[in-house]
């Protein structure tokens, strides 16, 4: 269960960012194209929970 909340946080917190930064430049990373990763990063970690609590739950 803390994965999947964990993930939902991430990708939450990355869409706000994506949507939210697209004119903030910064000298070593773009805010916006770091958004959209920790916004994939934090679907695809809640999809592995969710697949590993199903998993449990079939055992």
């Known amino acids: 269960m803390k994965g999947i909340a964990v993930g939902i946080v991430l ?3 990355g ?15 773009s805010l916006h194209k770091a958004g959209l990763i920790l916004a994939i990063i934090g679907g695809a970690e809640a ?5 590993g609590l199903g998993k449990k739950a079939n055992k």
């Open 11 to 13: 990708a939450i917190a």
């Open 47 to 51: 999809l592995f929970a969710l697949l």
């Open 15 to 29: 869409l706000i960012l994506w949507l939210t930064t697209k004119e903030v430049e910064t000298p070593i990373i």
